[in-house]
């Protein structure tokens, strides 16, 4: 278990490096800057003594190679350098939201693995039956509805008409604030679950074992829960550590439509405005957030999987 | 059309005020408005940030020393009870209001004020409040760190500032932006002001989760008696037409700002159609054209251009009416505009004529330059190329994101694009954008060099006859209508949706989302607690 964790963290480093030096360079190589992006509404012209100050003081007149040098050493001793637009420590910001973000993000895998692997399970069950039609219709609906169309309906019907919920907004953190955008941000990773679940299952279902075990005569639940379940689990528990691994950067449509207050919306308003050390800030914290779920993922395997544990 | 402009913004500010007055305000509850500019602020420390977004936050919790008077349309003191002005036009004496207090409880002086246009000018910050600042006669010199203090203010005592400035023009223009908030020096130098700002606005700082909202308290010793009348007042984040839409038909937020599709919609619903507040806000769209680009240093091709876009069609079937018919650079409500003059009138056959005699009878093609906005961005342009084809222009488009759109108009890398400029209040330093000596990247995009209109604005800007002034302002104007450095579009209509309990709202031109909320109350049958 330990060389497996230690061989995944090992593995960490230079994909956070590569990461770093991509989003570094693309967004050096985008055309626009923080300065030119503050007169974007059309009001602010910019000063050109000021521009000139400006760009001197945030370093955006150093060679490339010196300021990425500075950026990776300041990046390994937790200085994530400071937001041109609030000109506060990147950490701060960051801070502010990642609270919110993994709320928004756990309750949204929550319901996905809620509802699709139970959907999923039940239609393996019945293959062809009504409830295996119904399920992978609503899968299949989950997987192509766009999170912005499918946020403003259940903005309609549960705030607008049946008037339940609130339509956006942080509110005091609580559950009613959070359930809408965690079923829109949820929904498109429940379907894929559903499906993957379905055919794990399936596939299971039709295994050696499987048979052996029923002619043993043992019950179709015991066969059901101790050795179907189990087998499907891998690759249900490998869907859900890639999506949920994702969804923190998934959130950005959501959380900017339900004004929530996470990582995400906080990434959008930074590109736009090229606020350079914020989006690096932002981006880094999303690929930890992947790695780590990738990382408890592969510890997963081995939990779950005996194969796994033993063969090294 | 001119006239019904007028109408328009003269009914929107009487209606504004009769809203204000027919009833007696309320005291209690609470204000919801909304940020819709973006999905965060950026900062509620007002000397960091120029944008729009951060200005509705500022308006409650700072203040600065003079104010925008909707009603009447004019600047007016806001931290001064008087002020006297040298004959020479260079010396304000203003005596400072003794009655206003930060949230802190500390008395302002004018040691505050020279406090905060001090920190503005802190060269090192490149705070975007240095280029109002920078009038005070001194002041570069403290940006270029060559002295510490301004030698143009000076404190005569607690409660009388005198401000030597450099030009002849109103210091109003100047110091009535938020980046000019005063501020006080012992909360600012404490670690994380932003956070925690302090000003002396009517409502104190209480909340702000970011991404979301700020909320703000009333503050008991603000220097207007009476005011403000909210408990409460709440900015909430929110960057999404549509789902603000929800949000207000669900009774959530108190105000809304609207896109050109919801105003079409809104004014057709018999309920939501009563609570519109409309304004003719001081921003002109236009296409600024680069003189660079051959074809475009004639004056007969830009004119032709102004001829061959049936803009009024633009306006009534894209924009949704969304927008007023744009007459020359200087919006409306600017007591430079003038009234006789009409809009280029849609005439194909006279812009024939005059690219004919421009040498260009098969015309040619130039680059468009365009954003996605939905107002002036690339659905505009969509909708001029088959005019512009009838005289024989032919047209690139280029897209871009609008911060891209700013940095290539700074540097001047384009043939011409499309973009939507602040225009008001202070004439005179919007017609610099299109003074010889202002360079490119301080806004003057069409590089615009003309001895007439710079003489015009010299002229302007010696004298202290307001009357004078806005005579050659006016003169300055006309003449670029004729000149026709950028094709004239629309002024924007701002348009503010707002709920029946909510009272008190201005239909500010300068910006509709910056309300003064000490003037705004809710009555009993808002259902905000």
Redesign the interface.
Known sequence: MLLVLGRRLANVIPTLVAVIALVFLLFSVL???FI????????????????E??RK?MGLDDPLPQRFAQYLMHTVTGDLGKSF????PVTT?IG??VW?SLKLVFAAMSFAILVGVTLGFLAALRPGSLVDTVSMVFAISGLSLSQFWF??ML??LF??KL?WL?????GDGGLTHLILPAIALGVGPMALLARTTRAAVLDVLNADFVRTARSKGMSERRVVTWHVLRNALVLVVTIVGLQFGSLMGAAVVV????????VG??L??SV???DMPAVQGCILMIVLFFLAINTLVDIAYVVIDPRIRYGR | MRRLIWLAVSAAAALAVVTASAQTPRKGGTIRMTAPYAASFGSLDPHVTPRAQDDIVNKAIHRTLYNWDTANAKLVLELAKSVSVSDDGLVYTYKLRDDAYFHNGRKMTADDLIYSYTRIMDGSKGYPGARYVRLIKGATEVEKGQAKEISGLRKIDDFTLEMTITDKVDPGYYFFNGSTAILPREEVEKPNFAAHPIGLGPFKFKEHIPGSRVVAERFDKFYKPGKPYADTLQVLIMAEAAARDVAFRNKEIDTSILGPAQYVAYRADPVLSKGILEVAEMFTRSMPMNPAFKPFADKRVRQAINYAIDSDLIIKRLVKDKAYRAVSWLPPSSPAFDKTMKPYPYDPEKAKKLLAEAGYPNGFEFEWTTSQNESWGLPIVEAVIPMLAKVGIKVKPKLVEVTVLTEIAMKGEHQAYIGSSLTGPDSLATLRCFYSKTPRTACNYTSFNNPDFDKLLDDAGQTTDAAKRNDLLKKANNLLYDEAPVWFFNYNKAVMAYQPWIHGLQANPTEITHQYPEDIWVDATSPAK
């Open positions: 055309p626009g800057s030119s992006g503050m007169g974007e509404d059309g009001r602010t012209t910019i000063d050109p003594a000021v521009m100050r400006m003081e637009r609030t000109r506060e910001l502010q939201r919110p946020g403003l903005m309609y705030a607008l008037q609130p339509s956006f907004g942080y959380e900017k439509l339900f004004a929530w207050p996470g919306s906080l959008v308003d736009f405005q090229r």
